[in-house]
Nanobody
Framework: VQLQASGGGSVQAGGSLRLSCVGS????????IGWARQAPGKEREYVSC?????????YYEDSVKGRFTISRDNAKNTVYLQMNDLKPEDTAVYYC????????????????WGQGTQVTVSS
């Protein structure tokens, strides 16, 4: 069971990146998936998550609402995080995880985390 996050990089403020989270050894479609980030000297925080069945709207942390969009392609076993209008305060290591606030009653439980991908936004 493994999650692989990719797509990070260095961009200027106002730029865009798309992060990808690919699952191996299991089906991402069976789980709610979240993205969390950790900036230097700060605690890890969830920025977005998507429920297993997508019945409920995705969750977005207030600072990313209107700029980030989470989506999933179960056929590709992949969850994406489209990040637009990036700001220097978005600089962090981004992780995908099966352990997120979108976990719902009746969902199978799995505490898996990807290795993280660095996002750096310069002003």
């Amino acid at each position: 069971v493994q999650l692989q996050a990719s797509g990070g990089g260095s961009v200027q403020a106002g730029g865009s990146l798309r992060l990808s989270c690919v699952g191996s050894g299991f089906s991402l479609g069976d789980y709610a998936i979240g993205w969390a980030r950790q900036a230097p000297g700060k605690e890890r925080e969830y920025v977005s998550c998507i429920t297993r069945r997508e019945i409920i709207h995705p969750y977005y942390e207030d600072s990313v609402k209107g700029r980030f969009t989470i989506s999933r392609d179960n056929a590709k076993n992949t969850v994406y995080l489209q990040m637009n209008d990036l700001k220097p305060e978005d600089t962090a290591v981004y992780y995908c995880t099966t352990n997120s606030p979108c976990y719902g009653a009746g969902d199978p439980y799995l505490d898996a985390w990807g290795q993280g991908t660095q996002v750096t936004v310069s002003s």
